[in-house]
C-alpha cells in the first residue's frame, strides 16, 4: 500500500476516532438532560417516545400550552390530514406535513417502532388492526404517531403520568 494511502487512511481513521468522541459527549449531556427533566421522563413513558424524542419534544413545546388541544399539536406537526373542503363537501387528503419535520419523523418513526414490536400483538378488532386492514402500516404509523402527539398533549396540560386506562392503548379491541 503506497504511503500516501496509508497516511490518508490514518487521518480519516483519526477523524472517525474524534467524531465518535463527539457523539458520546452528546449522548452524555443528552442523558443527564433527560435525567433531571421531569416532563421529558413523563412523555417518554408513552410507547414509541424515547429519550431522543422526549427532549426534543419538551424542548420544542414545552408544556404543550400554547396549543388549545391536541388536535391543534398535531395539525402543528403536520399529523392531520389537508383538507380542502368546497361547496359544503369535506375531502380529507394525505397527511399535510406542515410544522415541525424533525418531530413529525421522531413521532412517525417511534410510532413504526411500536407497529413492528408489536406487530403479532395486534387484533384486528382493534383500532390499529382495522386500520391495517383498510390501509397500509404507513398509514397506520401515521395515525398512530397522531394518536400518540394527541396524548402527548394531553399528559404534558394536565401534569400526568402515561397511564393505559385513561389514554386507550390503540392495540385494545
Given amino acids: 500500500m503506497p504511503d500516501t494511502f496509508r497516511q490518508v487512511l ?5 477523524h472517525l476516532t474524534e467524531l465518535s468522541e463527539h457523539i458520546e459527549q452528546f449522548d452524555q449531556s443528552l442523558k443527564a438532560h433527560f435525567k433531571h427533566c421531569e416532563l421529558s ?34 395539525a402543528w406537526l403536520g399529523l392531520v390530514p389537508r383538507q380542502h373542503s368546497s361547496g359544503g363537501k369535506n375531502i380529507l387528503l394525505g397527511m399535510s ?6 418531530l413529525r419523523t421522531l413521532l412517525i418513526h417511534g410510532a413504526r417502532s411500536v407497529l413492528i414490536a408489536r406487530s403479532h400483538q395486534v387484533p384486528p378488532e382493534s383500532w390499529l388492526g382495522g386500520l391495517i386492514n383498510r390501509r397500509n402500516k404507513n ?33 385494545a379491541g
Fill in 41 to 74: 421522563q413523563r412523555i417518554a413513558s408513552l410507547p414509541g417516545i424515547g429519550l431522543i424524542s422526549a427532549t426534543a419534544i419538551v424542548g420544542t413545546i414545552g408544556d404543550g400550552s400554547e396549543f388549545k388541544n391536541g388536535r391543534q399539536l398535531s
Fill in 10 to 14: 490514518s487521518r480519516l481513521y483519526d
Fill in 97 to 102: 406535513k406542515r410544522g415541525d419535520a424533525y
Fill in 139 to 171: 398509514v397506520a404509523a401515521v395515525a398512530l404517531a397522531n394518536k400518540n402527539a394527541r396524548t402527548l398533549w394531553a399528559m404534558l396540560t394536565r401534569g400526568e403520568d402515561y397511564n393505559p386506562k385513561r389514554y386507550p392503548d390503540a392495540f
